[in-house]
């Protein structure tokens, strides 16, 4: 089977193949790109975390599972939002359920009512969950 057809003015063949090597390097460059801005992407909630001189280090086995209150005294766990703390503890236990380690780290804005981060922690005991870190930061200079 001939590839190529004749062109009757000079006697050369035209290619009718598709030259890939263009498209992948395209593809290549586009998923660099991706993979560079996919991370920035990931944005996370805006906190003011409390600042401790000598708070102790947090020492974790596996990846422990992230409660959020930010300055409004909205919760979050990992990426879901929880408006009531009484919602929370099915949340909880459901999501600790495919867990080997059950660790939570709390992590409340200063600004946040101490009796919102008490209901908070409350509501992470009442799931089960004995093992809670309070994310705190270094005092700026």
């Not at 946040?112 to 992470?124: F, T």
Request: net charge positive.
């Amino acid at each position: 089977m001939d590839i190529g057809r004749r062109d009757n003015n000079r006697g050369r063949k035209t290619l009718s193949q598709i030259n890939v090597t263009p498209f992948v390097d395209v593809m290549l460059v586009l998923l660099i790109i991706f993979m560079v801005t996919a991370p920035m992407l990931d944005q996370g909630f805006d906190i003011d975390l409390p600042e401790v001189a000598d708070s102790p280090g947090i020492v974790s086995k596996g990846e422990p599972l992230l409660v959020t209150i930010d300055k409004k005294g909205a919760i979050f766990v990992g990426r879901s939002t929880v408006n009531d703390p009484g919602k929370l503890v099915p949340l909880l236990q459901q999501m600790m359920k495919e867990r080997k380690e059950k660790e939570v780290l709390l992590e409340a804005d200063s600004n946040v009512a101490y009796g919102r981060v008490m209901q908070v922690m409350a509501a992470i005991r009442k799931a089960g969950i004995n093992k809670v870190g309070m994310v705190t930061q270094p005092p700026k200079p």
